[in-house]
């Protein structure tokens, strides 16, 4: 068995509420072991034999079927969820007070086209990178310092996407 980690994309909004208990269930339920969660925004760890692509596929059909509703999944294991935490793509102490690091997860990496579109975007306000299947996105001020969001990125890259803030893959590397 392996670990991983599903992050969930928009579980918890547009009028939709599942609990975590409801979300462990339905995880069992799909028979993956030893599933827990880590806060109310779609981050569960469970064990399975199977390839973190199928796993994908299964979770977001067994989601729409108990929730009625889509629920894009990207998979990630306990080591891709430890570099993720640890890259530090705007150098060390790029994270100062009133900056934030947002990483969204995508399910590939998208084209030198997709990339050029994003980065055109950069500003004194928001700096980004693509490492990988990963995007970071450092917003300096406060939320309504920027006119970037993670809609507008998924329209750019045409692929779904789901955004956490650096502190929850340092959380998750724990619980892991």
């Not at 469970?46 to 999944?73: C, H, M, N, Q």
């Amino acid at each position: 068995m392996t670990r991983y980690i599903a992050f969930l994309r928009a579980i918890n909004v547009g009028g939709h509420t599942v609990t975590m208990a409801d979300l462990r269930r339905h995880f069992e339920a799909l028979g993956y072991a030893n599933v827990e969660t880590l806060i109310a925004s779609g981050n569960v760890l469970f064990d399975s034999s199977k390839k973190p692509v199928g796993l994908e596929r299964e979770i977001e059909a067994g989601l729409a079927s108990a929730l009625g509703y889509e629920v894009a999944t990207f998979i990630r294991t306990p080591a891709e969820v430890a570099a993720i935490a640890a890259y530090q793509p705007f150098g060390e102490g790029a994270v100062e007070k009133g900056h934030t690091l947002y990483v969204t997860l995508l399910k590939a990496e998208p084209d030198v086209e997709a990339r050029k579109r994003v980065l055109a975007l950069q500003n004194d306000v928001d700096a980004f990178h693509f490492h990988d299947r990963e995007f970071y996105w450092l917003r300096r001020g406060g939320h309504d310092s920027t006119k970037f969001s993670g809609a507008q990125l998924e329209r750019l890259i045409k692929a779904p996407a789901t955004a956490r803030n650096i502190n929850t893959f340092v959380r998750l590397v724990t619980k892991s």
